[in-house]
T-cell receptor, first 116, second 112 residues
Framework: ETGVTQTPRHLVMGMTNKKSLKCEQH?????MYWYKQSAKKPLELMFVYNFKEQTENNSVPSRFSPECPNSSHLFLHLHTLQPEDSALYLCASSQDQGGTGNQPQHFGDGTRLSIL | DAKTTQPPSMDCAEGRAANLPCNHS???????VYWYRQIHSQGPQYIIHGLKNNETNEMASLIITEDRKSSTLILPHATLRDTAVYYCIVRDAFSGYSTLTFGKGTMLLVSP
């Protein structure tokens, strides 16, 4: 039990499909993150939510749409993806304390996404 | 955030101590040193972090030099399950939420 659960673990979809990735954290944290990890590339931060408000969008294409209905749940809605979007998508959470950011992030095991 | 430099790979015999170095020569006074690892097919796992003093927890020890320009992560008795990519990251303690910038890390291979 990692405290951060991502579903599904694997997803194969066509370029015209619409799907959603789900992340749930059971740690009582107030910040949640989406990262993308492509083969042989470092993790790339995509979005940050702090107290349910989006605080960072790291130049992510609009075909990726995040949603944070509450501090425990985070979604990534996908539509009209491209083959280069195939990657491991990781969710993380942390307890941020309004200005002091030395709390570690805790990650889920990711969703392995393949675009056909 | 300051950049870090780590060797791309290291080997360690099972049961021996694994000492993973990290250079962060441009670290500023407000920046913490964090260590994460990523085992194949899993998400990154937090290991330890520190500011100035050496730190120890149930997983590892973190030794930070007095000038804070480098650090070493020590796994005292490495096991096969410690085979993973280890990431050293520095980040500002006062940048608000905890964004992390991952580099390429060190691939640690623990062998029997």
């Amino acid at each position: 039990e990692t405290g951060v659960t991502q579903t599904p673990r694997h997803l194969v979809m066509g370029m015209t499909n619409k799907k959603s990735l789900k992340c749930e954290q059971h740690l009582g944290h107030n910040a949640m993150y989406w990262y993308k990890q492509s083969a042989k590339k470092p993790l790339e931060l995509m979005f940050v939510y702090n107290f349910k408000e989006q605080t960072e969008n790291n130049s992510v294409p609009s075909r990726f749409s995040p949603e944070c209905p509450n501090s425990s749940h985070l979604f990534l809605h996908l539509h009209t993806l491209q083959p280069e979007d195939s990657a491991l998508y990781l969710c993380a959470s942390s307890q941020d304390q309004g200005g002091t950011g030395n709390q570690p992030q805790h990650f889920g095991d990711g969703t392995r996404l393949s675009i056909l | 955030d300051a950049k870090t430099t780590q060797p791309p790979s290291m080997d360690c015999a099972e049961g021996r101590a694994a000492n993973l170095p990290c250079n962060h020569s441009t670290i500023s006074g407000n920046e913490y040193v964090y260590w994460y690892r990523q085992i194949h097919s899993q998400g990154p796992q937090y290991i330890i972090h520190g500011l100035k003093n050496n730190e120890t927890n149930e997983m590892a020890s973190l030794i930070i030099t007095e000038d804070r320009k480098s650090s070493t992560l020590i796994l005292p008795h490495a096991t096969l399950r410690d085979t993973a990519v280890y990431y050293c990251i520095v980040r500002d303690a006062f940048s608000g939420y905890s964004t992390l910038t991952f580099g390429k890390g060190t691939m640690l291979l623990v062998s029997p």
